[in-house]
């Protein structure tokens, strides 16, 4: 693969301190994505530096973005133009250079999308180094997923200023790989930073019962597995003490009527949190996650939790399954055997590393340029 000549960017001495998020949207229903970027630019805000957070509008925003403009992050919200798969904004284009100027860097977030390629190309015509996370899109599994428009996507715009960014984040080293093989020798410098807790809010939230649940909390959306999850579900034909609860916005996949499940509505801030400390098992049956911050805010409230090998959770042990319905039976019918007292001694050593390595502070200063 043909590398493209390199961008001479300024030094960081020559430029201001003034880092800037870009992300096609930080809405409510936006999934880990919306919250991890509103995160990153509050807690860089919170350790003094001067942010701003740009996003299309159209949806409700995020309740962490509202955090943000409280913590002095600068919050600009474009208008959406047509066409609206493309997540385009006329606004942005005219607006967008006026942004950048003099800023240290620019964070770009996922592919595929108007506001990635423009804010690259933008960067690259004012010499501001930019890093783009692309928390999954390179994914082969995603990547098959609405190919023949990402194949476009990716030789008209993406291959290229993914080759020409500062570096790229990835949030485990299997997203690394994925980095490597999608761009081969054009591949610039990968940092392994995994994304981060609120851990503030997680601890202001006191303990709460524990009660025979094993909680969903996530999209609605056919990479999810939730299918897998709903027959390895009818195979354990768990006891009455037992629940199933799936909690979040539906995304291109509807339970089924037959479904033995109870159906919460999308939950944030401390109402997720006291979701996450009352359940017995968190339970991510996914087919594709870069990362699955779920997974990570579950483990920090100290909740025990069964994940698929389509997210980079091998700490878990036997608890990492394979991706089928008859491996998550087993680990389900495994976990919900033990006492909550032996299933806290097994999980011990995950909980207290959650706290220490998922720390959004910690994580901001390793995004620093």
């Given amino acids: 693969m043909e590398r493209n000549p390199p961008v001479n960017y300024p030094s960081q001495s020559s430029a201001s301190g003034h880092y800037v998020h870009l992300v096609a949207g930080c809405w409510a229903d936006g999934g880990g994505l919306s919250e991890l970027v509103a995160a990153i630019a509050l807690a860089q805000a919170q350790l003094g530096h001067r942010v701003s957070l740009l996003?299309?509008?159209?949806?409700?925003?995020?309740?962490?973005?509202?955090?943000?403009?409280?913590?002095?992050?600068?919050?600009?919200?474009?208008?959406?133009?047509?066409?609206?798969?493309?997540?385009?904004?006329w606004e942005l284009f005219r607006g967008l250079t006026a942004e950048l100027r003099g800023a240290k860097h620019l964070y770009l977030y996922s592919c595929w999308t108007f506001p990635v390629?423009?804010?690259?190309?933008?960067?690259?015509t004012?010499?501001?180094?930019?890093?783009?996370?692309?928390?999954?899109?390179?994914?082969?599994?995603r990547r098959a997923y609405g190919r023949v428009r990402k194949l476009?996507?990716?030789?008209?715009?993406?291959?290229?200023?993914?080759?020409?960014?500062?570096?790229?984040?990835?949030?485990?080293?299997?997203?690394?790989?994925?980095?490597?093989?999608?761009?081969?020798?054009?591949?610039?410098?990968?940092?392994?930073?995994?994304?981060?807790?609120?851990?503030?809010?997680?601890?202001s939230v006191p303990a709460q019962p524990r009660t025979r649940t094993v909680l969903y909390l996530g999209r609605l959306h056919?990479?999810?597995?939730?299918d897998l999850l709903?027959?390895?579900?009818?195979?354990?034909?768990?006891?009455?003490?037992?629940?199933?609860?799936?909690?979040?916005?539906?995304?291109?996949y509807e339970l089924p009527e037959t479904a033995k499940v109870r159906r919460l509505p999308p939950c944030y801030g401390a109402g997720k949190v006291r979701l996450l400390k009352s359940a017995a098992i968190f339970i991510l049956p996914t087919r594709s996650e870069n990362f699955g911050i779920v997974v990570a805010e579950a483990l920090w409230c100290r909740t025990p939790v069964i994940c698929t090998k389509g997210a980079p959770w091998e700490i878990l042990g036997e608890y990492w399954t394979e991706i089928s319905a008859d491996a998550l039976a087993i680990a389900?019918?495994?976990?919900?055997?033990?006492?909550?007292?032996?299933?806290?001694?097994?999980f011990k050593a995950r909980f207290d590393e959650a706290a220490e390595v998922y720390n959004w502070q910690t994580i901001a200063r390793q995004l620093l340029p």
């Fill in 55 to 89: 996003f299309l509008g159209g949806q409700a925003e995020h309740p962490l973005v509202e955090d943000c403009r409280k913590a002095g992050v600068r919050v600009r919200v474009f208008r959406r133009s047509m066409p609206h798969m493309l997540y385009f904004s």
């Fill in 117 to 124: 390629w423009w804010g690259a190309h933008c960067a690259q």
């Fill in 126 to 141: 004012l010499g501001v180094p930019y890093s783009v996370s692309p928390q999954g899109c390179l994914d082969p599994v």
């Fill in 152 to 203: 476009l996507a990716w030789y008209c715009f993406d291959r290229r200023l993914l080759s020409r960014a500062a570096w790229l984040h990835a949030t485990a080293q299997s997203e690394a790989g994925w980095m490597r093989e999608a761009l081969g020798t054009a591949c610039p410098p990968i940092r392994e930073i995994p994304n981060g807790v609120d851990g503030a809010l997680f601890d």
């Fill in 222 to 226: 056919p990479l999810k597995g939730i």
């Fill in 230 to 252: 709903l027959e390895a579900w009818e195979k354990i034909a768990p006891s009455p003490a037992w629940e199933l609860v799936i909690a979040g916005p539906s995304d291109g």
């Fill in 332 to 346: 389900l019918k495994s976990l919900m055997a033990l006492t909550p007292e032996a299933r806290e001694a097994q």
